[in-house]
C-alpha cells in the first residue's frame, strides 16, 4: 500500500471521473448532491476535493465545505472504495485533512452531520467519528427536504479552540453551506 494524498480547489472533469464511481457508491441512495451543485460549490469557492491515492487509483474521497463563522471545515461527503473498507484508507485520509486543514488553511476543527436513526450503518459510521476523537451533540436536527434526522459532530483541532458544541449552533453553520451550495 502506497498511499498518496491531494486536496483540490477548483473543478476539474477528469479527476470527477476518477472520483464519480466513489462518490456514487457510498452516496447515490443516501442524498448525494448532484454534479452541477457541486461544480456549482466549486464555481462559489465553497469547497475542496480531497483524494487519497492507493498506488496512483483513487482509493478514498472527500468533499469538505467552508463554514467561514465558525473557522471549521464541514466534511460533506466522506469515502473509501467499498473493496478498500477496513484498510484504514479512511483513518489515513481523515488524519491527511486534519493535517492540511490546520497548516493550509488554518481551520480550528472539524464538524460532520451523521444519520441520527439508529441502524447498524449509521451506529458503524458514528463509530468511527467517535474513535477519530469526534464529538457527538445530542441535538437532532429535522431537514425539510430529506427524511433522515440527523445529528452533528465536531473535533476541535487546536486546544484553545473555541467552537460551540450546541448542536443547533452547529447546524446553523452547516443549513448556511448547504444553502449557499444550492443557490445559483
Same mark, same amino acid.
Given at each position: =500500500?502506497?498511499?498518496?494524498?491531494?486536496?483540490?480547489?477548483?473543478?476539474d472533469d477528469?479527476?470527477?471521473?476518477?472520483?464519480?464511481?466513489?462518490?456514487?457508491? *457510498?452516496?447515490?441512495?443516501?442524498?448525494?448532491?448532484?454534479? /452541477?451543485?457541486?461544480?456549482?460549490?466549486?464555481?462559489?469557492?465553497?469547497?475542496?476535493?480531497?483524494?487519497?491515492?492507493?498506488?496512483?487509483?483513487? @482509493?478514498? =474521497?472527500?468533499?469538505?465545505?467552508?463554514? /467561514? +463563522? *465558525?473557522?471549521?471545515?464541514?466534511?460533506?461527503?466522506?469515502?473509501?472504495?467499498?473493496?478498500?473498507? !477496513?484498510?484504514?484508507? !479512511?483513518?489515513?485520509?481523515?488524519k491527511y485533512?486534519?493535517?492540511?486543514?490546520?497548516? $493550509?488553511?488554518?481551520?480550528?476543527? #472539524?464538524?460532520? +452531520?451523521? +444519520?441520527?436513526?439508529?441502524?447498524?450503518?449509521?451506529?458503524?459510521?458514528? @463509530?468511527? %467519528?467517535?474513535? $477519530?476523537?469526534?464529538? #457527538?451533540? +445530542?441535538?437532532?436536527?429535522?431537514?425539510? %427536504?430529506?427524511?433522515?434526522?440527523?445529528?452533528?459532530?465536531? /473535533?476541535?483541532?487546536?486546544?484553545?479552540?473555541?467552537? $460551540?458544541?450546541?448542536?443547533?449552533?452547529?447546524?446553523?453553520?452547516?443549513?448556511?453551506?448547504? /444553502?449557499?451550495?444550492?443557490?445559483?
Amino acid at each position: =500500500m502506497k498511499l498518496e494524498f491531494l486536496t483540490f480547489d477548483q473543478w476539474d472533469d477528469h479527476l470527477w471521473d476518477s472520483v464519480r464511481p466513489i462518490y456514487n457508491e *457510498a452516496f447515490a441512495e443516501k442524498g448525494a448532491k448532484p454534479e /452541477k451543485i457541486i461544480r456549482n460549490m466549486f464555481r462559489k469557492q465553497l469547497c475542496f476535493l480531497h483524494i487519497g491515492l492507493d498506488d496512483g487509483r483513487v @482509493a478514498a =474521497m472527500s468533499l469538505t465545505g467552508k463554514l /467561514k +463563522e *465558525a473557522n471549521s471545515l464541514l466534511i460533506d461527503y466522506f469515502a473509501v472504495k467499498e473493496e478498500l473498507r !477496513g484498510q484504514s484508507f !479512511g483513518t489515513h485520509l481523515l488524519k491527511y485533512i486534519e493535517d492540511w486543514a490546520m497548516t $493550509s488553511e488554518h481551520y480550528n476543527s #472539524l464538524i460532520i +452531520e451523521v +444519520e441520527a436513526e439508529e441502524t447498524p450503518e449509521n451506529q458503524a459510521r458514528a @463509530a468511527f %467519528w467517535k474513535r $477519530s476523537g469526534f464529538v #457527538l451533540t +445530542e441535538y437532532i436536527h429535522q431537514y425539510i %427536504w430529506v427524511p433522515e434526522p440527523y445529528q452533528a459532530m465536531y /473535533k476541535k483541532l487546536r486546544p484553545d479552540t473555541k467552537l $460551540s458544541t450546541d448542536g443547533k449552533i452547529l447546524f446553523t453553520y452547516i443549513g448556511q453551506f448547504h /444553502k449557499e451550495s444550492f443557490q445559483r
